[in-house]
C-alpha cells in the first residue's frame, strides 16, 4: 500500500505559516529542526504530514528554493526491503534517483516526475517511536545505502 506522508512548503514567514496550519487548519506542531529554521506539523497519523521550511525575504530569484510547494512524500512500506524494490523498480523504469536520505524516523529515495516536480519515496523505520520520542529531530540527515 502507498500512502500520502507528507507536504513540503517552502514559506517567507515560519511563524505566520506555523500560525496558520496550527491555528487555522487544527494541525499540532510536533517540533521544531533545522536550526528552527522548519516546523513538523501531524494530524496524528504520522510524524508530519506537513513540513514548512522557512526561506525568508531572500533576494533574488529562487530556483530551487521558491515559495510553495518543495516535495510530495509518499509512504512506501516499513522496511529497507521494500525501499529497495522500489528503488529497482524506478531504475527498471529509467528513472534516476536525485538523492538518498537517511532521516532516523524514516529512510527515502528523491526524484523527479515527468514535468520536474520532486517527488520523496520513504518507508518509516519502525524501531523509531515517533509519537514519543522527540531525539529523532535533532539527528543529522545521514547519507542513505542500499
Known sequence: MV?????????????????????????EVAGRIFNDRAAMLTGGATHHELLLIEIGAAPGPLPSRRIGLYHVGWKVGDSLDELRRVRDR???????????????????????????????????????DWRHAHEWMEAPVKPLRL
Do not use: C, W
Open 90 to 128: 524506478i531504475q527498471a523504469h529509467g528513472y534516476d534517483i536525485e538523492g538518498m536520505s537517511d532521516h532516523t524516523v524514516s529512510q527515502s529515495l528523491y526524484l523527479r516526475d515527468p514535468d520536474g516536480n520532486e517527488i520523496e519515496l520513504f518507508v518509516d523505520d519502525p524501531g523509531v
Open 3 to 27: 500512502t500520502l506522508g507528507h507536504v513540503v512548503f517552502y514559506v517567507r514567514d515560519l511563524e505566520k505559516s506555523t500560525a496558520f496550519y496550527r491555528d487555522v487548519v487544527g494541525l
